[in-house]
């Protein structure tokens, strides 16, 4: 896990010991993968906050995409891991839905929503975990289809 750091050498960042929720966050962003979402970061908040160990952003290109996105991730977590969440707001209008995990914290942009509220900035001192992106993910999508 890097760490981030006020300074720019990287050398003085210290390795954090892993979370035993680092499971869950794991899980979240490859559901979240399935869906296609972009942008999907997970921001170690523990030494931060005293209400969650992380949270997790992730975009969606619309509305419903968000709230597909939301939908696989609750519905799979309810089946496959008898976990609910501890409440969904947002989930109206769709263009930034939180979701609460108590261990993380889930949130769900509409692309531009996150680009006019950038809650990375806000917590840009927390370490972000490094999480292994599927080979479909590593580069931007074409809007035009060409490989």
Request: proline share 5%; glycine share 2%.
């Amino acid at each position: 896990m890097k760490e981030a750091s006020s300074t720019d050498n990287a050398a003085e960042s210290e390795e954090l010991a892993p979370l035993d929720t680092q499971p869950l966050v794991e899980r979240i962003a490859s559901l979240a993968w399935e869906k296609k979402a972009t942008n999907v970061r997970a921001l170690r908040v523990r030494e931060l906050v005293h209400y969650t160990d992380w949270f997790i952003t992730m975009s969606a290109r619309s509305d419903r995409q968000v709230a597909a996105i939301c939908r696989h991730i609750d519905d799979t977590l309810r089946v496959e891991d008898d976990r609910r969440p501890l409440s969904i707001e947002g989930n109206k209008q769709n263009h930034w839905v939180v979701v609460d995990y108590g261990d993380a914290v889930v949130h769900i942009f509409y692309e531009p929503v996150r680009t006019f509220y950038e809650l990375e900035r806000l917590w840009a001192d927390a370490p972000e975990l490094e999480l292994d992106v599927p080979d479909d993910q590593q580069r931007p999508l074409d809007p035009y289809g060409d490989a």
